[in-house]
């Protein structure tokens, strides 16, 4: 192994290493928790070697995101050939897509606060952009069932595919965004509650992609 391939492997080492205490650090304290005095002191390095790696906390955070969205996208592929029906196959990346975040709100609390960052950061770092292009896969993904379900008429055809894909992530984030708001609200009937709004706001978007 050549002296640039060991740099570059230790750097990956570094870097995983780095993320798995500041996920460690999340998963305890949420995002508002990971302070990088505090993953440099747990990782055992100065507060200096943990910006060679990541420019700031924000940066960090994208990092973290990434390997959630990677889960995500790793989901998406295994479950898109299931079904051969395009109407199918967004009604089951839409089921991953609630499950996913819903079942598991830290994940979600990361993607709203990356996101929010994001909107204000004049130039993204490496893995922000990394995030950016993965959630474009994902998008993808949805917007290739939408052109099989118009090809095998499942789908009304004058859907735009990418839209339908940005369209549907919006509403999704907003539902998953009310039931993690109003959880403790909730009274015994959670469990019923919480399973009426998901299957009607499930019926709605994909009875509206249903030829007329």
């Given at each position: 192994?050549?002296?640039?391939e ?28 990971i302070?990088i ?17 990541f ?15 990677n889960?995500l ?57 990394k ?23 499942t ?58």
């Amino acid at each position: 192994m050549g002296i640039i391939e060991r740099k570059n492997r230790e750097r990956q080492q570094r870097i995983k290493s780095i993320l798995k205490v500041a996920e460690k650090i999340f998963l305890v304290k949420g995002v508002d928790g990971i302070i990088i005095d505090d993953v440099a002191r747990e990782a055992e390095l100065s507060k200096g070697a943990i910006y060679l790696y990541f420019n700031s906390k924000g940066e960090l955070i994208a990092a973290l995101l990434f390997q959630i969205m990677n889960k995500l996208y790793n989901m998406f592929n295994n479950q898109f050939g299931e079904k051969s029906k395009g109407i199918e196959k967004i009604s089951d990346l839409v089921k991953i897509y609630f499950n996913f975040f819903y079942k598991n709100p830290h994940y979600f609390e990361l993607l709203i606060n990356h996101e929010i960052h994001e909107s204000a950061s004049k130039k993204p770092g490496p893995f922000a952009e990394k995030c950016r292009k993965i959630a474009l896969s994902l998008w993808g993904i949805v917007a290739e069932a939408v052109k099989i379900g118009q090809k095998d008429g499942t789908i009304r055809s004058n859907c735009k595919p990418v839209l339908v894909a940005v369209i549907l992530s919006g509403q999704l984030n907003g539902i998953i965004a009310l039931l993690i708001r109003e959880r403790e609200n909730f009274n015994n009937s959670l469990p019923i509650l919480v399973n009426d709004i998901t299957k009607m706001s499930f019926d709605l978007f994909i009875n509206g992609l249903r030829p007329r």
